[in-house]
């Protein structure tokens, strides 16, 4: 079965700096879209970060010019860095990837677990 396993969450001080970073395992056929979303009590998971096998990146307005996210084929990684960041970027940040697996050619979209920022000020 596939995993999505997130790493880099924590606390920065507004302005600071945090790379979040994710790693997919398991019986993977291919990949293609990755991102990042978030969620904040009370609200729906919103899209933050996608890219593409291509490389082919996407932002939420609020994000672009301060995040980038990557991505590294060979590992079948995904890492969000992120600059300036403002307290309005606290949530739990969530992986996601689109993946076909080696025993089911359908794609289907995998999680992580959620890893928490908190941005204070």
């Known amino acids: 079965q596939v995993q999505l396993v997130e790493s880099g969450g924590g606390l920065v001080q507004a302005g600071g700096s945090l790379r979040l970073s994710c790693a997919a395992s398991g019986s993977i056929f291919s990949i293609n879209t990755m991102g990042w979303y978030r969620q904040t009590p009370g609200k729906q998971r919103e899209l933050v970060a996608t890219i593409t096998s291509g490389g082919s990146a996407n932002y939420l307005d609020s994000v672009k010019g301060r995040f980038t996210v990557s991505r590294d084929n060979a590992k079948n990684t995904v890492s969000l860095q992120m600059i300036s960041l403002k307290p309005e970027d606290t949530a739990v940040y969530y992986c996601?990837?689109?993946?076909?697996?080696?025993?089911?050619?359908?794609?289907?979209?995998?999680w992580g677990q959620g890893t928490q920022v908190t941005v204070s000020s």
């Open positions: 996601n990837a689109r993946i076909k697996t080696t025993w089911d050619e359908r794609e289907y979209p995998y």
